[in-house]
């Protein structure tokens, strides 16, 4: 699993999440062949890859090696976090995730909420990663007014 050893396509994002991951090919397989990522570069040497899907949204991998932890770190990793990434497809994910044998967490569900005088629709799906972070993959399905 190479990558074209470049920046992001688009650029790097504002705010791009670094997951410490217990064995960086188990959770390559899961963000590239389960969520449709693709890797922009990697340090190899340091079991470390940037990825990203053409969508925008960006994340990086760094298989666990005691550097930077703050404190005790034991699964599921991803206590208290959620991790939501927009897609053109959710079915897509959904059958990427079937074909690699994760299951959902939760979902396949439609949900609108109010954001501020409208309402934003989408589609969404729940999986948790080989490490337990819980990641949200929504599809946008627009926006209506605000019922009241």
Same mark, same amino acid.
């Given at each position: ?59 990086? +991998?760094?298989? $666990?090696? @005691? /550097? ?7 699964? =599921?990793? %991803?206590?208290?976090? !959620? ?31 109010? +954001?501020?005088? $409208?309402? @934003? /629709? ?7 990663? =080989?490490? %337990?972070?819980?990641? !949200? ?12």
């Amino acid at each position: 699993m190479t990558g074209n050893g470049q920046p992001p396509k688009g650029g790097f994002a504002g705010l791009v999440p670094e997951l410490l991951v217990e064995d960086i090919d188990v959770s390559l397989r899961f963000w590239m062949d389960g969520l449709g990522f693709t890797i922009a570069y990697q340090r190899a040497e340091e079991k470390f890859a940037y990825l990203e899907r053409p969508e925008g949204a960006q994340i990086m +991998l760094c298989q $666990r090696h @005691g /550097g930077w932890e703050t404190g005790p770190l034991e699964p =599921p990793f %991803g206590r208290g976090v !959620m991790f939501q990434i927009y897609v053109a497809s959710v079915d897509t994910i959904e059958r990427q995730l079937s074909a690699i044998a994760i299951p959902l967490y939760a979902g396949p569900r439609e949900v609108w909420r109010n +954001l501020g005088d $409208r309402q @934003g /629709g989408m589609r969404e799906i729940f999986v948790l990663d =080989p490490n %337990g972070y819980l990641i !949200m993959v929504a599809e946008k399905l627009g926006e209506r007014p605000l019922r009241l």
